[in-house]
């Protein structure tokens, strides 16, 4: 099996060297307005719910909360008294 740093015959290869320091890349100054130009452009391209699309998602979202926390809450109960019932004094 080949060590580390060495080539398939068992000998050893050269170090590499470290890389030339490249330039660092120009950056254009922040502008405010190009930015909201674009942050609206953005924002058309977005395809928007209608009213009964954000409502059923709604329902969809508060029944399976609703959900959940019934089930947590069933479960803690259920597991607190058992619990407490093995270690009874």
């Known amino acids: 099996m080949q060590k580390q740093g060495q080539d398939p015959d068992g000998e ?7 890389a030339p320091a490249r330039k660092p890349v ?4 922040f502008r405010i307005g190009q930015f909201l130009r674009e ?13 009964s699309e954000v409502i059923n998602y709604t329902t969809v979202t508060l029944v399976t ?25």
């Open 12 to 18: 050893s290869t050269p170090t590499r060297t470290a």
């Open 65 to 89: 909360l609703v959900a959940l926390m019934s089930l947590i809450f069933v479960l803690n109960y259920a597991f607190a008294k058992g619990v407490l019932w093995l270690f009874k004094p």
């Open 39 to 51: 942050v609206r452009s953005e924002l058309r391209q977005v395809a928007w719910p209608n009213r």
């Open 26 to 29: 120009k950056r254009e100054p």
